[in-house]
């Protein structure tokens, strides 16, 4: 026998079409309740117990308290129990009674109400509201502002602006606060001019964004001074530098993954004729990837001897073929092997542009199960002049600038 709980339980579970049904102006009700009938048999076995439970759906139907779902019984006959009243049918008979019975009244109001107002400024919406009639009901609060923003994309798709920038009458963190909501619209909206590859907020919706920034020493004092008035540390935005094109023919790029005193090596290097340094950031190394006019420069990649490190470089050279390894080899692995740490584990991957040596160090690497990574701050700073020195075929490799 079902309980008056299990039927609002159960009438709960419609919520959603009723609400869509609201939008639609289709007739949801009347609309019956499933529940398990009852056989003489059971009448026979335990009378006192169902006649208790038909007593409480009773007293709780519509027939009672004046709202709710509607009983009805049907009158059969049985040669052990004789002449029975049956529970055949448990329905709600409106969508008013309905309402009243499960809580909903005053929020499906709420809903009727902004649902006519979005499809009255936005009708573009109407099947946007039909699937996703809960989102409506999450953002009951915002969609004054909401609106706004969706009206402004309709006129306006491809912005090209911060998004604090843009000129609409609400507060300015609003956007950044309600990015999921707003994504969801816009995407149905302006389809034809969302970039659907991006999955970041603002590159999706043709907006500008923060830049990653990237940092470099000027290791010429000559080049310091020509192009940035003798300043030879900054942070530039990356399109900034895929323009620079400075007058350099070395470019070192050390890796920045996970440890912040890797900076050290690299406010160290040397000073060195020619030359300029690029702090990486380990897997962001394809920030890089578009400044052309590495293309034809030296460069010289040094991160961790790990596998990680490995598969940076290989990236790496896939932009720049001609790109050098340094202190990346068995050499000073071995050399340093004391140092080493155990690393997070990885699968093994091809990596195409590693050199035979190179490849040789990765399979080596991988095959540890433990002191596999020996990170390239570990090196002593004197060992580290030197392999470069060696590298470059040079004797003095500088003091600093």
Same mark, same amino acid.
């Given at each position: 026998?079902?309980?008056?709980?299990?039927?609002?339980? #159960?009438?709960?579970?419609?919520?959603?079409?009723?609400? @869509?049904?609201?939008?639609?102006?289709?007739?949801?009700?009347?609309?019956?309740? $499933?529940?398990?009938?009852?056989?003489?048999? #059971?009448?026979?076995?335990? %009378?006192?117990?169902?006649?208790?439970?038909?007593?409480?759906?009773?007293?709780?139907?519509?027939?009672?308290?004046?709202?709710?779902?509607?009983?009805? %019984?049907?009158?059969?006959?049985?040669?052990?129990?004789?002449?029975?009243?049956?529970?055949? $049918?448990?329905? %709600?008979?409106?969508?008013?009674?309905?309402?009243? /019975?499960?809580?909903?009244?005053?929020?499906?109001?709420? /809903?009727?109400?902004?649902?006519?107002?979005?499809?009255?400024?936005?009708?573009?919406?109407?099947?946007?509201?039909?699937?996703?009639? @809960?989102?409506?009901?999450?953002?009951? #609060?915002?969609?004054?502002?909401?609106?706004?923003?969706?009206?402004?994309?309709?006129?306006?798709?491809?912005?090209?602006?911060?998004? $604090?920038?843009?000129?609409?009458? *609400?507060?300015?963190?609003?956007?950044?606060?309600?990015?999921?909501?707003?994504?969801?619209?816009?995407?149905?909206? *302006?389809?034809?001019?969302?970039?659907?590859?991006?999955?970041?907020?603002?590159?999706? /919706?043709?907006?500008?964004?923060?830049?990653?920034? *990237?940092? *470099?020493?000027?290791?010429?004092?000559?080049?310091?001074?020509?192009?940035?008035?003798?300043?030879?540390?900054?942070?530039?935005?990356?399109?900034?530098?895929?323009?620079?094109?400075?007058?350099?023919?070395?470019?070192?790029?050390?890796?920045?993954?996970?440890? @912040?005193?890797?900076?050290?090596? %690299?406010?160290?290097?040397?000073?060195?004729?020619?030359? @300029?340094?690029?702090?990486?950031?380990?897997?962001?190394?394809?920030?890089? &990837?578009?400044?052309?006019?590495?293309?034809?420069?030296?460069?010289?990649?040094?991160?961790?001897?790990?596998?990680?490190?490995?598969?940076?470089?290989?990236?790496? $050279?896939?932009? /720049?073929?001609?790109?050098?390894?340094?202190?990346?080899?068995?050499?000073?692995?071995?050399?340093?092997?004391?140092?080493?740490?155990?690393?997070? =584990?990885?699968?093994?991957?091809?990596?195409?542009?590693?050199?035979?040596?190179?490849?040789?160090?990765?399979?080596?690497?991988?095959?540890?199960?433990?002191?596999?990574?020996?990170?390239?701050? =570990?090196?002593?700073?004197?060992?580290?002049?030197? &392999?470069?020195?060696?590298?470059?075929?040079?004797?003095?490799?500088?003091?600093?600038?």
């Amino acid at each position: 026998m079902i309980s008056p709980d299990k039927i609002r339980e #159960d009438a709960l579970r419609w919520y959603s079409d009723v609400l @869509i049904a609201s939008v639609q102006q289709k007739p949801f009700f009347p609309k019956d309740i $499933r529940f398990g009938k009852i056989k003489p048999s #059971d009448t026979l076995k335990d %009378f006192r117990t169902i006649q208790r439970e038909i007593d409480r759906l009773k007293q709780k139907s519509k027939d009672q308290i004046g709202y709710g779902y509607c009983i009805e %019984f049907v009158r059969r006959k049985d040669h052990k129990i004789g002449e029975q009243s049956f529970l055949s $049918r448990i329905f %709600f008979d409106n969508v008013t009674d309905y309402l009243k /019975f499960v809580g909903k009244g005053k929020e499906y109001e709420a /809903f009727t109400s902004v649902t006519d107002r979005i499809l009255t400024e936005i009708p573009q919406l109407y099947t946007w509201i039909t699937k996703y009639p @809960i989102k409506v009901l999450d953002n009951l #609060d915002v969609w004054d502002d909401l609106i706004k923003v969706c009206k402004y994309f309709i006129q306006c798709p491809k912005p090209n602006m911060y998004v $604090r920038e843009l000129p609409l009458d *609400i507060s300015t963190k609003f956007i950044e606060d309600n990015k999921a909501i707003i994504r969801t619209l816009l995407d149905t909206l *302006i389809e034809e001019h969302v970039r659907k590859e991006e999955t970041t907020f603002e590159k999706r /919706f043709n907006l500008k964004v923060e830049e990653q920034r *990237i940092r *470099i020493r000027i290791l010429d004092k000559q080049i310091a001074q020509r192009c940035f008035n003798g300043v030879n540390d900054l942070s530039i935005p990356q399109s900034q530098l895929n323009g620079l094109n400075l007058p350099c023919g070395r470019v070192f790029i050390l890796e920045n993954r996970t440890n @912040i005193s890797n900076v050290y090596n %690299f406010l160290t290097l040397p000073a060195l004729n020619n030359s @300029i340094a690029i702090f990486g950031k380990g897997f962001q190394i394809s920030l890089l &990837k578009d400044a052309d006019w590495l293309s034809d420069k030296q460069i010289i990649y040094w991160g961790d001897i790990d596998v990680h490190g490995l598969q940076i470089l290989s990236q790496l $050279r896939g932009y /720049f073929p001609k790109t050098h390894s340094c202190l990346m080899d068995v050499e000073t692995f071995s050399k340093f092997k004391h140092l080493a740490v155990t690393g997070a =584990k990885t699968d093994r991957i091809e990596l195409a542009n590693l050199s035979p040596e190179e490849n040789q160090l990765y399979t080596y690497l991988l095959g540890l199960e433990e002191n596999d990574r020996l990170e390239q701050e =570990k090196i002593p700073h004197i060992y580290a002049l030197k &392999k470069i020195a060696e590298l470059l075929e040079i004797s003095d490799i500088g003091s600093g600038l």
